[in-house]
């Protein structure tokens, strides 16, 4: 038989797996405690803290998906933050993070370097010869990347930021989020962990808050298990098994999202009411060279910006097929204010630099059909362009 690809045996994980009744699908083990044997002769499971059938599933998809070893799977994106920060620093150390990460891993490093945890750098890793003289200097012991980049979308050269990050001698870790590992496989760019908040795209419909963190090498995956057992943050077993499920249908919703995303960004890139449209797919987009060569596809995420807070607020009041609210990835559309929403936790000056402006909304889009879509944000788009500047 030839060789099974990636996609087809994630998407077919646990499936069989049964052996007490032959349930096609793999059943959810909620025990939080396994028998032992004797006290010295314990099972592969003892607690379902340390292991659980059911979340081994997802992670062992995970890491098929990401071409690692099977991912430390964890209760939300922030505690998976947590634990590869916890595990791969000791004080002092340098962490070099993306000046427009997501505002609560920028949050949550931020906080860790004002208790003397960390030495933290924030740097433009898109400008990829001066992030490497950066990264050559400051010698940091964690490279953070995060590409496409939240929300602007931003593209960093993961290969070329991997190289130099293990010359420097770092760890080099990448949000994958926003891509989801159908659209990006950052270990086989030369990264050493990819981290995912499952949140989004890979369950994909909105009912579970999950994390995950995949590593290339079986040392590193160790370490990760060992400080999220230590932490506590590993993820539910009901978690898991919703998380599994999302996950079969990923490559198929991706298309969608991209389907749509790409019929709404020619709508935005069209409409006077709009001053910028960021989307790697767009030929003017200073990533969209590197987006295509690392991505296979742009993904459902973008941005754009109008006028100031008087023309958001008209394009968001009528909208009929976005809900305003937080998160991304899931099948429903999306809208939200970076400024006022998911990024609140920067200060102004802050959200400045990394170019987050008033006037910039971001789009989660969603799977539904692209003609409601399109006309829902052209009639937005017109609300906001009558709205006097
Ligand atoms: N990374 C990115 C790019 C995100 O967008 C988020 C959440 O929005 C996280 C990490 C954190 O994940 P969670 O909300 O699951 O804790």
Redesign the pocket.
Known sequence: MTEISRLTRAIRTGLEWDTAVGAVVPPIHVSTNYRFETPERRGPYDYSRSGNPTRDLLGTALGILEGGQPAVVNG????A?STAVLACTEPGDTVVIPHDC?G??WRLFTRLAERQHLELVSVDLTDTDAAVTRVRELRPTLLWL?TPS?PLLRITDIAALAEAGHAAGAVVGV?N??SSPVRQQPLDLGADLV?H????YINGHSDV???ALVAREPELAETLAYWANTLGTTGGALDSWLTLRGLRTLPLRMRQHEQNAAALVEVLTRHPAVGAVHYPGLPDHPGHQLASRQQQGFGGMLSFELAGIPAVEAFIDGLGCFSLA???GGTESLVCHPGLM?HAAMPPEVQREAGITPGLLRLSVGIEETDDLVADVAAGLDRAGAVPR
């Open positions: 939300t994106g922030m505690g933050v997501y609560g891993t995060e939240n949000d989020t926003f981290l908040s499952t949140t989004k808050v999950g994390g937080e998160s991304l998911t």
